[in-house]
């Protein structure tokens, strides 16, 4: 069976930082365009980050509230999907949300089970 599991997320305060990884399993992520998502309570799921699965070629996209602060980074040969959060808000706290996306086949969509970040004092 395809698995994505995420890891890394828990509790800190303001202006610290965090590090989420996403493990892939059952599928090869050399094909996949790969992104994190963020939902808090009584919001719509929005996408955080994005990378191409292009090795020529690897663009990454931020959403413009965490440009600047958050950094996505993929690794093929080891199934995992980084994504770096430095100067944490409050406004970041959310479950956080693993996506693995087929460049083609785009029907092949996958999801984490999601983990907890809370920003605070």
């Known amino acids: 069976q395809v698995m994505l599991v995420e890891s890394g997320g828990g509790l800190v305060q303001p202006g610290g930082s965090l590090r989420l990884s996403c493990k892939a399993s059952g599928i090869s992520l050399t094909f996949y365009d790969m992104a994190w998502y963020r939902q808090s309570p009584g919001n719509q799921r929005e996408l955080v980050s994005e990378i191409t699965s292009d090795p020529k070629n690897t663009r990454a996209n931020y959403a413009a509230s965490v440009q600047g602060r958050f950094t996505i980074s993929r690794n093929n040969a080891r199934s995992t999907v980084d994504l770096q959060m430095n100067s944490l808000k409050p406004e970041d706290t959310a479950v956080y949300y693993c996506?693995?996306?087929?460049?083609?086949?785009?029907?092949?969509?996958?999801w984490g089970q999601g983990t907890q970040v809370t920003v605070s004092s």
């Open positions: 996506n693995a996306k087929h460049r083609i086949s785009n029907e092949r969509t996958y």
